[in-house]
């Protein structure tokens, strides 16, 4: 089973200049991450070739699922999980995510 990180994500639709109905995506929140209970995330240390994705692969099954990588951690961009050897990606256990109840909403 695979979950989107648009899931539960709104639509609006934005009338153009030409009068044509644009659909698009409201604005994501970052979920809120329940991080005072360590058997709701466990910390991974980054390895010389690593990226998002494999450790997504490795740990939640999916690669795919990167983006809850950086959901879970302190990133503006997921790029920035792994580029220094050593350091720690806190990986959620989907439990531990409140996917679709996020700030703001």
Do not use: K
Not at 42 to 58: Q, T, Y
Not at 76 to 81: A, G
């Amino acid at each position: 089973m695979s979950i989107s990180r648009y899931q539960g994500v709104g639509t609006a639709t934005m009338i153009s200049a030409a009068g044509d109905r644009i659909p698009y995506l409201r604005r994501r929140f970052l979920p809120v991450v329940d991080q005072s209970s360590p058997a709701r995330l466990h910390p991974v240390r980054v390895s010389e070739l690593n990226r998002p994705d494999l450790i997504a692969a490795s740990e939640l099954g999916q690669a795919e699922l990167s983006w809850l990588l950086a959901d879970a951690n302190p990133v503006r961009r997921p790029s920035e999980l792994c580029q220094t050897v050593g350091q720690t990606v806190r990986v959620p256990r989907q439990s531990g995510m409140n996917i679709g109840q996020a700030h703001g909403q």
